[in-house]
């Protein structure tokens, strides 16, 4: 059976004060810890700026963030979603500019080399 990651326990994922800080709090997995606010985190004992930066960062290693970190709301991220193929064809056709140029100055160079042989 394939674990989803969000089910997993948080023991052993962080340093010992953030595991203390999430244990007083009773919290026992990632959904556990995403369905949490950093308000509701501030409130255990001993919960501070660099715990909160902690599991902001051990998170986002996993596409995940706290209640209140998502920055965009559910129709946001399906507008997001539904432009991904023209901002893919944008970078697709910049990408062969890019590759026109290096191209171009590739051939430049070696006439230059050639030249100075001469």
């Known amino acids: ?12 994922e962080f340093s010992v004060r953030t595991t203390n ?11 556990e810890l995403t369905e949490r606010t950093s308000t509701s985190l501030k409130a255990a004992r001993g919960f501070g700026k660099k ?16 209640k209140d970190d998502c920055v965009l709301t559910k129709e946001e991220h399906v507008k997001f979603i539904s432009n991904i193929p023209e901002i ?6 910049e990408l062969l500019q890019i590759r026109t140029q290096i191209k ?12 100075k042989r001469k």
């Open 104 to 115: 171009l100055l590739e051939d430049h160079l070696l006439h230059i080399q050639f030249m």
């Open 88 to 93: 893919c064809s944008k970078w697709r056709d």
């Open 51 to 66: 715990v909160l930066q902690e599991i902001r960062n051990r998170l986002a290693e996993h596409g995940l963030s706290l």
């Open 1 to 12: 059976m394939i674990e989803i990651f969000e089910d997993r326990p948080i023991e052993n």
């Open 21 to 31: 800080c999430l244990n007083s709090l009773n919290i026992k997995t990632f959904s």
